[in-house]
């Protein structure tokens, strides 16, 4: 008796894993992708206002606001794909490490949290005071922080008002703070 039901729990169980299994591929069939040269058409992925190899080279091509956020959004990608190289490489280490030198990683990993918590702060702050867009980088050296250029520039004004922001959310006095506009 005790045989047969322990069969009966098996087949249950065996017939609700085909089910989902069965289920799962009806679903996913009805999302597949279309062919990859339909999928990778350059009409869809370069948009109008980007320069495609070939056309002419002429400036009229690009548009300036796009290329200010191509760079913001290039710069970001870049810092990310770093520290995420950077972090990986730490948990590594102390994968393969003992104690003392998984203090010393534990440590690097903050400073590495801390630094990109600083950095998105600054940024959202100087965003919020009515600047189109910035990245701050933090390095040794001190602060970087890159800010899309207004009308008429960035004046003596807006440099006090970024530079303020980066003192109060950061260890930097003046001298180590570099304000970069970008066109």
């Given at each position: 008796m005790?045989?047969w039901?322990?069969?009966?729990?098996?087949?249950?169980?065996l017939?609700?894993?085909?089910a989902?299994?069965?289920?799962?591929?009806?679903?996913?069939?009805?999302?597949s992708?279309?062919?990859l040269?339909d999928?990778?058409?350059s009409d869809k992925?370069?948009?109008?206002d980007l320069m495609?190899?070939?056309?002419?080279a002429?400036?009229?091509?690009?548009?300036?606001e796009?290329?200010?956020?191509?760079?913001?959004a290039?710069?970001?990608?870049?810092r990310?794909?770093?520290?995420?190289?950077?972090?990986?490489?730490l948990?590594?280490?102390?994968?393969?490490?003992?104690t003392?030198?998984n203090?010393q990683n534990?440590?690097?990993l903050?400073?590495?949290?801390g630094?990109?918590?600083?950095?998105?702060?600054?940024?959202?702050?100087?965003?919020?005071k009515?600047?189109?867009d910035c990245?701050?980088?933090?390095s040794?050296?001190?602060i970087?922080?890159?800010?899309?250029?207004?009308?008429?520039?960035?004046?003596?004004?807006d440099v006090?008002?970024?530079?303020?922001?980066?003192?109060?959310q950061?260890?930097?006095?003046?001298?180590n703070?570099?304000?970069v506009?970008v066109?």
């Amino acid at each position: 008796m005790k045989r047969w039901k322990k069969n009966l729990v098996a087949g249950a169980v065996l017939m609700t894993v085909c089910a989902g299994i069965y289920v799962n591929w009806l679903y996913t069939e009805e999302q597949s992708v279309a062919n990859l040269t339909d999928t990778l058409n350059s009409d869809k992925l370069l948009s109008s206002d980007l320069m495609v190899m070939g056309e002419d080279a002429g400036a009229d091509n690009l548009n300036s606001e796009t290329t200010v956020t191509d760079y913001f959004a290039a710069v970001r990608l870049s810092r990310q794909q770093a520290r995420d190289s950077a972090v990986g490489l730490l948990q590594e280490a102390m994968a393969y490490s003992d104690t003392a030198e998984n203090t010393q990683n534990n440590a690097k990993l903050e400073s590495i949290v801390g630094t990109a918590l600083c950095e998105a702060q600054i940024e959202s702050l100087v965003i919020a005071k009515g600047y189109t867009d910035c990245v701050a980088y933090i390095s040794d050296d001190g602060i970087s922080v890159a800010v899309a250029a207004p009308e008429g520039g960035l004046v003596q004004k807006d440099v006090a008002v970024i530079a303020d922001i980066v003192m109060t959310q950061s260890e930097y006095g003046l001298e180590n703070i570099r304000v970069v506009e970008v066109q």
